[in-house]
């Protein structure tokens, strides 16, 4: 069975696409069933996430910038906390292939957005897929429980920039894992961007694929590795794949907490860039940040400005 992408056949006639984790940790993880659909088909596809890890100081790889490295693996090379590179061990003795995954680090708007134009530039993009673990990319600011914004916005002011790549999408999975988030806002949110044309389809993963599988084999060789905190909402995907619902702990790190394991996880909602881009009212604030902490100061300034909406719950 395979993943029935509904923007495939706008992904397919990119010449050189770029998948990425929009908003750091595993993000990027959740691309990869998208990733392995594609290349199965012969397309070039290429791997980066917004990295959480200390890429300025990363030993080797591929440096085109200082906070832009692509890493492949090095069995020589030990890191406390680096999913990316642990991907690229994934890729090479699972999958017997040579995967470089690119590493943006953790910056403000600025540094991010010239590391997103040298990258399009080494590699010849025409299309960016952001994938998104979690729903908070589709947050505009004004909601009672927003979830972690910054990174998200910080990579969606980045790619905004990039006006030349007319083929640009972003993607959620993982729909409910996320703790601090308004989900009745959420869907008022998908509403909207639906009026507007923005929302472009989904699809599910079911435990048949052979996407999924390579998915689910990538999240647990890695979570495996030492000081590799479990992801949360990968985790969570991988529950709701399996057939479990409600308060289900897939790991030791949620134990004591509640979630809400449930078949919308694994569930793809693909939008399109410009829409997202347009609503969000971070985005204006993040224009000449240099280090994440002026991001972070930006939008908190800001978001004390904006009036919420009233906290509410989906009424199911």
């Not at 939008?271 to 969000?280: A, G, L, T």
């Not at 985005?283 to 509410?312: H, W």
Request: proline share 4%; hydrophobic share 40%; aromatic share 12%.
């Amino acid at each position: 069975m395979k993943l029935n992408i509904p923007i495939l056949d706008d992904l397919m006639e990119c010449e050189n696409l770029l998948i990425a984790g929009i908003g750091g940790g595993f993000d990027i993880f959740c691309g990869l069933p998208i990733y392995y659909e594609l290349t199965k088909r012969g397309k070039k596809v290429h791997l980066a996430n917004f990295s959480f890890s200390d890429i300025e100081n990363i030993r080797h790889g591929i440096r085109l910038t200082p906070t832009l490295v692509g890493v492949n693996f090095d069995p020589g090379e030990l890191y406390p906390y680096f999913p990316e590179f642990y991907l690229a061990e994934w890729f090479r003795v699972r999958q017997n292939q040579e995967v470089v995954v690119w590493c943006f680090h953790k910056t403000g708007a600025s540094p991010l957005t010239e590391n997103y134009r040298v990258l399009a530039e080494h590699l010849s993009l025409d299309g960016i897929l952001l994938v998104d673990g979690g729903v908070d990319s589709l947050m505009r600011g004004d909601e009672a429980e927003k979830g972690t914004v910054i990174e998200d916005a910080t990579s969606l002011f980045a790619v905004n920039e990039l006006s030349n790549i007319h083929k640009r999408f972003l993607v959620c999975a993982g729909f409910g894992a996320e703790q601090d988030i308004t989900y009745a806002h959420v869907f008022e949110n998908i509403a909207a961007i639906t009026k507007e044309g923005g929302f472009l389809g989904a699809c599910s993963l079911t435990p048949s694929m052979p996407a999924y599988q390579a998915f689910e084999d990538a999240v647990l060789h890695v979570q495996g590795k030492p000081f590799h905190d479990p992801s949360v909402i990968n985790s969570s995907i991988i529950s709701a794949v399996r057939g479990n619902y409600g308060d289900y702990h897939l790991t030791e790190k949620t134990k004591g907490s509640r979630l809400w394991i449930s078949p919308l996880m694994p569930l793809y909602w693909f939008f399109d860039f410009d829409v997202i881009s347009k609503r969000n009212l971070f985005l204006s604030q993040l224009r000449g940040t240099s280090t994440f902490r002026d991001a972070m100061s930006r939008v908190f300034e800001f978001g004390r400005y904006i009036k919420s909406r009233l906290q509410t719950k989906v009424p199911l």
